[in-house]
Structures are given as structure tokens and as C-alpha cells.
């Protein structure tokens, strides 16, 4: 998959960061993980290819790049290793005085191509993921010679490192809460307080509701 001959101009790029995210458009606030940026070109290729800009954190938000060039390295390392590889266009533009990369993703052909682990995906029309459908992954996976089973098999291997991936964010999230928790006496005091004042405010809620009968 070959980029487009010219990447997008500086003016085009400014432009893009007052829209809004959509099936061909994404942002970043910074690409320093090869696997993540590998998942976000592959899902983007998937989705008929478009422009993920880093260092945008959402519409008219650009929060910049402390090194722009990384974050260009990052993008191109990550799109050799997709299956078959991809072959993006980064440029490195200064939008409201911060240094914003523009890294622009041509489309997948046929069959979809497939990050070196995570989710096989692609974007809808509003810039949400949603699934690649089966007998596409399928006909990716087989590509290569590859048997049902062997292709079954990577499916599962796939599934089974994101569950763990997630499982780990979570622990990792629980152990950071404790550690802020302790360090924080006045936020350990108030805690309790904020939580049972949760679940009184969502028992009130469920009963008013069910009284009124919506």
C-alpha cells in the first residue's frame, strides 16, 4: 500500500484540527508505544484510510508535541509491522504554536490488515471502533496458506492478550487509587462519604423511577 505522492499541506492540517473525529480522521495526544500506533494505523487503513493527528487531544485542542520526531519514528516503525505492512506519510506542521504530526494512512485493499497483536477493527462514519466482520478476519488471518485452525488459533491467542492487557490496566489503576488514597488523608476521609453518597443518589434515582413508572 503506497501513500499518497504529496502529504497534506500545513494549511490543510490546521484545518482538520477544527474538525471533528471521523471515520478518516483520529487524534492523538502523543504516539510513543510502537503496538498502540500500530493498532491505530492498522484501524484506520481498515476504515479506507485517513489522517491521525498527534498531538491534537480533540477539536481546537492542540496540546503539542515535545518531540515530533519520535512521534514520526514511532508511526513509521509501527505501520512495517502490520500484516502486510503499511506504508504512511508523516508531516510534522506548527498549528498554534505547537508541533503537531500529521501521520496519513492510505486504505487496506480487499481484506483487512492486521496489527501484530490487539483487535482486528475499523472506524464507523462518527469515528468509533467497531468490528471488522468475521469472514473478513477470516479471509486476512487464512491469507498466507494459513489453515482455519491455525487462523482459529491466532484469533484466540489475540483475544486472550487483550483480556490479559485489560486485566493488568485494571490492577494497575487499583494499585495507583490505593497509592493516591494514602498519600491523601483528606481524600481517604472523604471517600466513604463520596461513595455512600453515590449509592444513596442511585437507590433514590431507581426508586423515583420505578414510582413514576418510566
Not at 468475521?134 to 487483550?162: H, S
Not at 495507583?176 to 472523604?190: E, H, M, R, V
Amino acid at each position: 500500500m503506497e501513500p499518497n505522492d504529496q502529504g497534506l499541506s500545513g494549511d490543510q492540517i490546521t484545518n482538520l484540527v477544527s474538525s471533528d473525529e471521523s471515520q478518516s480522521l483520529a487524534f492523538e495526544s502523543e504516539l510513543s508505544d510502537r503496538s498502540q500506533a500500530a493498532e491505530l494505523i492498522a484501524e484506520m487503513a481498515n476504515s479506507g484510510g485517513g489522517t491521525i493527528l498527534v498531538g491534537v487531544e480533540e477539536p481546537r485542542k492542540p496540546v503539542g508535541l515535545d518531540d515530533p520526531a519520535e512521534a514520526t519514528q514511532v508511526a513509521k516503525e509501527a505501520a512495517k509491522t502490520i500484516s502486510p505492512a503499511v506504508e504512511v506519510t508523516v508531516n510534522e506542521v506548527e498549528v498554534e504554536g505547537l508541533m503537531v504530526a500529521a501521520v496519513e494512512v492510505p486504505p487496506a485493499g480487499q481484506e483487512p490488515v492486521l496489527p501484530p497483536k490487539g483487535p482486528i477493527v475499523k472506524r464507523d462514519a462518527a469515528g468509533k471502533t467497531e468490528a471488522v466482520s468475521g469472514e473478513d478476519v477470516m479471509q486476512a488471518l487464512t491469507r498466507g496458506g494459513k489453515t482455519t485452525e491455525q487462523a482459529l488459533a491466532e484469533l484466540n491467542d489475540r483475544f486472550v492478550k487483550k483480556v490479559e492487557e485489560d486485566k493488568r490496566a485494571r490492577r494497575k489503576l487499583a494499585k495507583d487509587l490505593d497509592a493516591a488514597i494514602k498519600k491523601g488523608p483528606t481524600l481517604s476521609a472523604q471517600l466513604p462519604g463520596m461513595l455512600i453518597s453515590a449509592l444513596v443518589g442511585a437507590v433514590f434515582g431507581a426508586v423515583l423511577t420505578a414510582a413514576i413508572g418510566l
